[in-house]
């Protein structure tokens, strides 16, 4: 390779010393070009430039080193502290707790805050109890200021679209997550509220009315529409005891559920007490496999992924069957158990991720051949920068399924290479096999990829119905078995969570002749105008807007002659006048309604102004609940296993300025707030 030749685009900039040099790819070493001597590379060309001055009197000065265009620096216009509002002492400490999640104590104690925070004109904290007091004044102002922007909004004549959902944290306290979306596509996270007691339907309305109410909005006049999971409780909820015009089901969700019913097949009761009698007796050959591993200095270590696992009481899946149990069962006994192949390879892959997981001695091999194959600039062994690791899917968790393959597939050379070396023949994949899990792996992509925009913040349900119909139209040209089956399990769980009258008329509105459209598996052919006419009627009392009776009186009033007022007219006069307006009033004209608005626009009139706030409202409707999910993560941040007597208060103010803070920084351009 010359690197003479090299173009002013690539990463690095040559030295100069190569217009009197090549590189031997095979060797590794430098040729000189006039006398043909090779020279070794140790990371710089200092002996380059000597050897072409001493035998060539070659006397060029070396270049100085150049930065690669593209590595990441720290730009010299990112947001500035001052530049996110942090001109107080309650903001630094809303940073350091909410961003950084540091304790109060950790605030108060590190010697090193208390010196950054004297630095920056500001008196330190020398208490936890001081630094809660700072954060929750923040809180305050936060809330304030939230609470001034609703009624604002409110005021004139808003409505929001809601995302709820509830949460289990560590100690089975169970909190609901409220977030609103206002029409110029603003997120507020509404924080964390503790239920106590029993978790019903009853009792998530209550508190979701009263956090509504909190910051001034009516669940019944100021929610246009609100989005959930699919739980019964949420169903439930929906159904008997909220009164929204919309309430949807989570998609997302719904495409977690088409794969969970391919891949996590659920059995009976009394399937799964064969299934343990099947585990009791391969978990003593399981043991017995192990032991020279173990005598070796083998180390146990606990998957940290594993206890994110969440299994419903009384029902057994087949992420509970063991690897060894699905090696001693033929084609028809994996069908009596109510299983299918997938779900049985799937199982082993699982099997063997966690075994070397757990094995230090495994997972340190696998570790160095991973490096091995670095050296020779295997970028499909590397994630971001750095090498490949093994990674185990989770039931509750959306794709990591593909996730866990993907990685796998990556590595089945190097796995199969360690099982091998330490005597483990029979978990080793097959080539057909490894040819299953692909075809498994690619039918798993696009649903991954609609997940992914489905949680996006700015998509409406049109978009997300056309993300399905790619999806499925991608599943069909794969043509493989799985890729069918998964077809029709895609199809079946997002018809039962669709409602084509409120796709029909978002769409509408952005092309009046949406209707008319008749490309993709989902389309709007079954929802007539007349339909939608009659959703519009029902809606015409929902939707804010300045009454017109009220606008004519007002003009009826401001053309009367104040010469006779009716102030200014006595008895018999008011009584002549009454008299004389039951043959002279006018007749009343009709009031347009929203219905009326829509025939003309689909005649090809303009959007009037109800009709804009009506599509402003639709495009609002969240396809999915991965706002509240985003909640729960954050709130899974501060609720740990050591940090797990966090108050109620605190992490709901905790949740809240995070969320505030973040938003903040987006708004600047980065992806989170920095110094």
């Known amino acids: 390779m010359d690197h003479g030749s090299q173009s002013s685009s690539t990463i690095r900039r040559s030295s100069e010393v190569w217009k009197h040099f090549r590189k031997n790819t095979e060797t590794g070493k430098a040729e000189c070009l006039k006398c043909d001597k ?89 208490t936890a109890d001081g630094v809660r007091v700072d954060v929750a004044k923040l809180y305050r102002n936060y809330l304030n200021e939230m609470k001034k922007d609703l009624a604002s909004r409110l005021a004139r004549g808003e409505m929001f679209s809601a995302t709820a959902d509830e949460w289990t944290g560590v100690g089975g306290r169970k909190y609901v997550n409220v977030n609103l979306k206002t029409i110029d596509e603003k997120m507020l996270c509404l924080g964390l509220t503790r239920i106590r007691g029993r978790c019903g339907a009853i009792e998530v309305a209550d508190t979701l009315k009263r956090t509504l109410l909190l910051y001034g909005v009516d669940i019944d006049k100021d929610i246009f529409s609100m989005t959930t999971d699919g739980a019964s409780v949420m169903t439930k909820l929906g159904k008997s005891y909220i009164s929204v015009p919309f309430h949807l089901l989570c998609q997302a969700h719904g495409l977690h559920l088409a794969v969970t019913d391919l891949l996590y097949k659920k059995k009976s009761k009394s399937t799964a007490d064969s299934s343990t009698e099947l585990e009791e007796i391969f978990s003593q050959q399981s043991i017995q496999d192990d032991q020279g591993s173990i005598q070796s200095g083998l180390s146990e270590c606990g998957d940290e992924e594993d206890a994110d696992e969440e299994e419903s009481d009384g029902e057994c899946s087949a992420a509970e069957v063991d690897d060894d149990e699905f090696e001693e069962m033929d084609d028809e006994a994996v069908q009596a158990f109510g299983l299918n192949k997938e779900v049985k390879l799937v199982t082993k892959v699982r099997a063997i991720v966690r075994k070397i997981r757990k094995s230090e001695l495994k997972r340190n091999s696998l570790l160095e051949r991973t490096e091995a194959v670095l050296a020779a600039n295997a970028q499909q062994f590397t994630y971001l920068g750095r090498e490949l ?43 057909k096999e490894l040819k299953k899990l692909t075809e498994i792996k690619d039918a798993l992509t696009p649903l991954k990829a609609v997940t992914e925009a489905l949680s996006e913040r700015n998509i409406s349900v049109t978009q997300a119905e056309v993300a399905v119909n790619y999806a499925l139209q991608e599943l069909t040209s794969l043509d493989t078995d799985f890729s069918k089956r998964c077809y029709k399990s895609l199809k079946k769980r997002y018809e039962e969570r669709r409602d084509p009258e409120l796709v029909a008329l978002t769409g509408c509105l952005s092309d009046r002749r949406y209707l008319d459209r008749k490309s993709g598996v989902f389309n709007c052919n079954s929802v007539s105008k007349r339909m939608l006419q009659q959703l519009l009627d029902e809606l015409e009392d929902t939707i804010k807007k300045p009454s017109q009776e009220g606008q004519e009186e007002a003009a009826s009033s401001s053309q009367e002659d104040p010469a006779t007022s009716s102030a200014q007219l006595t008895f018999k006069e008011k009584l002549y006048k009454k008299m004389r307006n039951v043959y002279n009033s006018p007749p009343k004209r009709r009031r347009q309604g929203l219905s009326d608005e829509f025939k003309r626009y689909l005649g090809g009139k303009e959007l009037t102004p109800s009709l804009l706030q009506l599509k402003a409202l639709l495009n609002t409707v969240q396809p999915s609940s991965a706002e509240a999910e985003r909640a729960f993560s954050a709130a899974g941040l501060f609720v740990t296993k050591v940090r797990n007597r966090i108050g109620d208060d605190s992490l709901n103010m905790l949740c809240v300025i995070r969320q505030r803070l973040i938003a903040d920084a987006k708004s600047f351009g980065q992806s989170r707030p920095e110094f």
């Open 38 to 126: 090779s020279l070794a590379l140790c990371g710089t060309t200092t002996n380059l430039w000597n050897h072409a001055k001493r035998a060539h009197q070659v006397l060029e000065e070396k270049q100085p080193p150049t930065c690669p265009p593209n590595k990441r620096r720290r730009k010299k216009d990112r947001v500035s502290f001052t530049e996110l509002d942090f001109s107080s002492r309650e903001a630094i400490y809303g940073y350091l707790t909410a961003v950084d999640r540091l304790s109060f104590k950790q605030c108060a104690r590190s010697g090193f805050i208390k010196q950054a925070i004297k630095t920056m004109g500001f008196d330190p904290l020398r």
């Open 389 to 431: 690791t093994l990674l185990s899917d989770v039931k509750t968790r959306w794709s990591s399924m593909h996730t866990m393959l993907d990685r796998y597939l990556r590595l089945a050379a190097l796995v199969n290479a360690v099982l091998k070396e330490h005597n483990d023949f029979r978990s080793t994949v097959t080539e």
